[in-house]
């Protein structure tokens, strides 16, 4: 069975400074390598990238580092 709607939070860490947040992402059905942000948490933006997005750190300028799934599904 698909679920219309894959959701996940990803940890983010900026391996410069040390700041966390958690974003929320979803994957809109029959799109398996697309995803949408849902939330960035304070401190970090996304940036585009040559094959999609990126977090970066808004105080360093440094990518985040992720970790993924914190939270396999929210509501």
């Known amino acids: ?3 219309a709607h894959d959701r996940w ?3 983010l860490t900026c ?3 040390g700041m966390s947040g958690s974003a929320r992402l979803s994957r809109p ?3 398996a390598y697309d995803f949408k942000v849902e939330a ?3 401190g970090f933006k996304v940036v585009r990238a ?3 997005e990126a977090f970066y750190c808004e105080a360093c300028n ?3 580092d992720t970790q993924w799934p914190v939270v396999a599904c929210f509501a």
């Open 40 to 42: 960035v948490p304070a």
């Open 62 to 64: 440094r990518p985040a």
């Open 1 to 3: 069975m698909i679920i």
């Open 9 to 11: 939070t990803e940890l």
């Open 50 to 52: 040559e094959f999609g």
């Open 29 to 31: 059905e029959k799109r």
């Open 15 to 17: 391996s410069n400074c």
